[in-house]
């Protein structure tokens, strides 16, 4: 049996238009995010330290429910669809989360996270759940990239 985690719709950037009856609708036009962030550049620090629950809620502050994040100051043309095959890491995956959000988050990027767990007892096969993800990550959105 799989589980897939983070199965939440996807969001799409809006377009300018007007409606029937000639009233405007509001206009939301972002600049693009530049090439080079000054945000990348230095150490990050790394702590093998399981989160506490308050760290990670602060972490998934900046995200939408599912695990998703939009830049909302500029627009980027990079959509991301980051696919992590899952059984039984309790202790791993909020580590992993605590650091690929703030790192994914510099970045200024669209991305969201799939979290794929195998919940049954035969061999693990990450392939088979990459492939799971990739088609769940592609009914939410047309991703432009896939990790």
Known sequence: RINVINNIRGTQYGTV???LTDTPVIETIQHECSGILSGLIGKINISLQVPT???MHSISLSLSPGGEYLPGHCHNPHHVAIIVPYR???EQ???FLAHIIPFLMRQNIHYKIYIVNQADSNEFNRAMLMNIGFKEALGDYNWTCFI
């Open 88 to 90: 039984n890491r309790t």
């Open 93 to 95: 995956l909020p580590v």
């Open 17 to 19: 238009s007007q409606d």
């Open 53 to 55: 629950p308050s760290e």
